[in-house]
Structure formats: C-alpha cells, structure tokens
C-alpha cells in the first residue's frame, strides 16, 4: 500500500509563504495525476491544486490562483505547493493525494474530487494569523 508524507507546514503571518511537500513511501511509485487538499475545521476537504498528466497546465481552485503554484519534481517523485501571500483563510489541515498510476489519464476523472484519488497522506498543517 502506497502511503504519501508531506512536510513543510507551520504557522506564518498573513502575506508570508511556505512550501509544503509531499513524498511516497515506496520509492518505486510515481504518479502524475496527483493533488493537494486541504480541510479546516468544520468544512469539507476542497481540492486547492492538482496536476494530471499530459496536461500543460496544473489546476487551481479560484480562492489560491495567482498565490499557489502546485509542481512535480520527477526526478525525486516530489510533489510541492508553493503557497504565497498567504492569507488567515487558507488555515487548514493539507493533504497529499495521488491516484493509482493505473488509472491516471487525462479526462478520466474530476481532478478535485476527494474519491477521484487512491492514495493520501496524513496531512500538515498550515496556520496563518492576520
């Protein structure tokens, strides 16, 4: 079973930036259809960046467009989420998601729904104060 870690959250003033990070635990897998979710409390988990592939352009939910950058280092099985100009209502708890490489094919799915996706990590968790 594939399971995800992601890395890089913490607590940061409105305006700054972190990176989170997202790696699997068997190094052998690799998938490039894969996402970030995130979840605060009380509110259901949204998709906020997402990459498929064969597509040139990544996925962003309206509320990071312009803020978020979502990429994939390959060479490492990486996936990142530059986030910028963070603001107190992107606190939550952010998750990693991959679906099976089986599976994964442009157009086959809707890229921002939680069960489109195999495979999550734990979760980090971001904090920013205003």
């Known amino acids: 079973q594939v399971q995800l870690g992601e890395s890089g959250g913490g607590s940061v003033q409105a305006g700054g930036s972190l990176r989170l990070s997202c790696v699997a635990s068997?190094?052998?897998?690799?998938?490039?259809?894969m996402a970030w979710f995130r979840q605060a409390p009380g509110k259901e988990r949204e998709g906020v960046a997402a990459i498929v592939t064969g597509n040139i352009s990544p996925y962003y939910a309206d509320s990071v467009k312009g803020r978020f950058t979502i990429s994939k280092d390959n060479a490492n099985d990486t996936l990142y989420l530059q986030m910028n100009s963070l603001k107190p209502e992107d606190t939550a708890k952010y998750y990693c998601?991959?679906?099976?490489?089986?599976?994964?094919?442009?157009?086959?799915?809707?890229?921002?729904?939680?069960?489109?996706?195999?495979?999550w990590g734990q979760g980090t968790q971001v904090t920013v104060s205003s």
């Open positions: 998601a991959a679906r099976s490489a089986a599976f994964c094919y442009s157009g086959g799915y809707a890229v921002f729904r939680p069960d489109s996706y195999h495979y």
């Open positions: 068997q190094p052998t897998y690799s998938s490039n259809c």
